[in-house]
């Protein structure tokens, strides 16, 4: 708490000296008018109109990602914002600048109101809660939705045409309108309204998604202001406001980005806990189960000569587990080769000569961690059943690619068994389970006084 409540003092102290900064270059623009004269240059126009526009569909498309996993309807309206915002854009501002130079009156405003459309949907996201029952229907209803609000707003302009009023010298008047200033500050509300909530929000959860768009908003905001005040010759010229609206969309970029990758390194921790869990579950806790039970039979009255060589095999047991287990992860946590963990497992299996392995591992294989852990238990399995049930004085491990197909594959020279009968018992259910968890697919042969061969093809 104390964390984020610090966090939220220094989000503040940005906020405050962002504005100071942009509020002072605005107030230097203001007094001296020679500044704010913009600049005709309607290539450098379409190039920054277009950049804005890719960075606006990335950041509708990563939020877009962000939704069909988590299903928030803040995700949603967010993507939905930006989404419509890249569309106008390009059918109102970059298509009429390549068909024919510049954009008329009507695809002008047809322009001005998809952004504010754009920017309502965006400046709300904060203020929603929840999340979405169906998460891909209803993201194909807002992109409908959006699309038909966008072919009204531009009907509308078009059937309006000559009434709306002229904001381009190009139709005889350098005045800018009222109506135009009305719409600015309109936008500019918008990206007022979008940086409380967005602080809001950052106050709340502390997410840095909320950060980074409060701090794209105050870019954004400012932009406005810039283009409220500063004259409008003609669609093509360029001001201090494009600049300050290009750099707002590449923050806003890097922060959903950004997000983003938190959100999966997040999910890659729980993963991770998940498996350790399932890893203590499956072996070690089994293990210091039998030396509870053993303890509480001695306290009972069993017989000691019984029960303590019992209770010694569960706890040597319990040791070499948690051997086993510190192996696992440690490759899968990237602390020990895969390889190298591997081959300490082995070494620990055939101390004692009951077994003999051969490893062979192809350096030139890539495991991810999951897959490695994995592996790991599944050759652990194999190799112990080959020692315990089959009596085998032989095992290869072999884990290389194969016509494209990385695989592993565990031989033995055992006893062998009728697969049909169930002589695998829980433990090939669970390397299937194993295998179906890291996209693999298990397949074993064996048959009586022939040994077992297991093999685990991995996904590409």
């Known amino acids: 708490m104390h964390q984020n409540h610090d966090r939220w003092e220094g989000f503040l102290w940005g906020q405050v000296l962002l504005f100071g900064l942009l509020g002072a270059s605005l107030g230097l623009f203001l007094t001296y008018p020679t500044l704010r004269a913009p600049y005709s240059l309607p290539e450098l126009k379409l190039v920054l109109t277009t950049i804005m526009m890719i960075a606006g569909a990335l950041v509708a498309v990563l939020t877009a990602t962000r939704y069909t996993v988590d299903g928030r309807r803040y995700d949603l309206l967010l993507c939905l914002g930006f989404l419509v915002g890249s569309v106008s854009w390009g059918a109102f501002t970059i298509v009429p600048a390549i068909t024919h130079d510049s954009a008329n009156r009507t695809e002008l405003w047809a322009a001005i109101a998809g952004r504010m459309v754009s920017w309502a949907l965006i400046a709300a996201a904060p203020f929603m809660r929840g999340r979405a029952r169906h998460r891909r229907i209803t993201l194909w209803n807002g992109i409908f939705g959006c699309t038909a609000l966008l072919i009204v707003v531009a009907g509308v302009s078009h059937s309006l045409g000559g009434a709306l009023p002229a904001i381009s010298s190009n139709e005889a008047t350098t005045d800018v309108p009222f109506s135009l200033t009305g719409a600015l500050a309109a936008q500019g509300l918008l990206h007022l309204l979008a940086v409380v909530g967005f602080g809001n929000r950052f106050k709340q959860k502390a997410e840095d998604l909320d950060y980074w768009l409060a701090l794209g908003s105050t ?15 003609k669609a093509g010229d360029v001001s201090q406001g494009d600049y300050l609206r290009l750099l707002a969309y590449g923050v806003l970029l890097v922060g959903v980005w950004r997000a983003i990758r938190s959100t999966e390194f997040g999910r890659a921790v729980a993963e991770e806990r998940a498996r350790v869990a399932r890893e203590i579950h499956d072996g070690l806790a089994q293990y210091l189960f039998a030396v509870s039970t053993h303890a509480s039979m001695l306290e009972t009255g069993a017989d000691p000569a019984v029960i303590l060589p019992q209770l010694k095999a569960a706890a040597l047991a319990a040791q070499q587990e948690a051997r086993y287990a510190i192996l696992a992860l440690s490759s899968a946590a990237g602390r020990a080769p895969f390889d190298a963990a591997l081959r300490r497992y082995v070494d620990v299996l055939t101390a004692d000569g009951g077994l003999e392995v051969e490893l062979e591992i192809d350096p030139a294989i890539r495991l991810g961690p999951d897959e490695q852990i994995e592996l790991f238990r599944i050759v652990q399995e194999g190799l112990a059943n080959a020692r315990k049930h089959a009596g085998a004085a032989h095992a290869w491990v072999q ?15 055992g006893a062998g068994f009728e697969p049909d009968e169930g002589g695998a018992g829980q433990g090939l259910s669970n390397m299937r389970d194993r295998a179906a968890s890291i996209g693999g697919a298990l397949s074993l042969r064996s048959s009586p006084g022939s040994g077992t061969a297991l093999e685990v093809v991995l996904r590409a």
């Open 399 to 413: 884990i290389g690619e194969r016509a494209g197909a990385r695989y592993v594959s565990v031989r033995d020279d």
């Open 219 to 233: 870019l954004m905001l400012f932009s406005s202001l810039h283009f409220m005040f500063t004259p409008l010759v």
